[in-house]
């Protein structure tokens, strides 16, 4: 018996394990609704403050959340070491162009599993963490742990921001951290 058609079978079953991979449908959320509820449960109570669950607003599996913010070029993202950038090109192409939305890619073990393109009002993404203008963030589950949504007041308004916490840190040391994670995020989209 000849080795060769066990050898094409065994490549055969390679090459569509790595195309399955790439072509892995993704789901896809729309959110606004229920963050809506989260900003008038915020407008209505006495405090700035209310804790963001993502875990609760998505139904996947996932071990982290990719924040892409306004105008982040694709090439940016399509460079990062995650497997299937095909199941988000779309989301990732149109949010090249937006500055009304933000888009929230989640990750399970290094391949997109969900996505959600989410409005700028009335919830905004793109200042996490905060003072950091990078493109994209990198949040793990545990710094989803930390998400916050915070009132915030200018001389136009009214808007809410999700911002990352440190819990039990003084003003400085949480400020500290988030600039040092910061950093970390926006070399490492970057490089």
């Known amino acids: 018996m000849s080795k060769r058609p066990i050898v094409y079978i065994i490549l055969s079953l390679a090459f569509l394990s790595l195309v399955s991979c790439e072509n892995r449908p993704v789901t896809t959320y729309v959110l606004d609704e ?3 509820q989260y900003a008038d449960s915020l407008a209505r109570s006495h405090t700035d403050v209310i804790k963001l ?7 996947s599996k996932w071990d982290s959340v990719l924040v892409l913010s306004p105008y982040v070029p694709a090439s940016n993202v399509r460079a990062l070491d995650i497997a299937n950038y095909a199941a988000i090109r779309e ?11 933000a888009t929230l890619a989640f990750v399970q073990q290094g391949s997109y599993v969900a996505y959600a393109v989410v409005s700028r009002n009335p919830i905004s993404f793109v200042n996490i963490p905060i003072g950091v203008k990078a493109q994209f963030v990198w949040l793990t589950r545990k710094d989803c742990d930390n998400l916050y949504v915070r009132k915030c007041t200018i001389a136009t308004g009214t808007y809410n921001q999700v911002e990352h916490i440190v819990p039990n840190a003084k003003p400085n040391q949480a400020k500290a951290s988030l600039d040092k994670q910061g950093e970390a995020t926006e070399l490492a989209w970057k490089n």
């Open 53 to 59: 669950d993502l875990r609760q607003l998505t139904r």
């Open 91 to 101: 989301a990732v192409n149109t949010q090249a162009f937006q500055e009304s939305t």
């Open 34 to 36: 229920v963050l809506q």
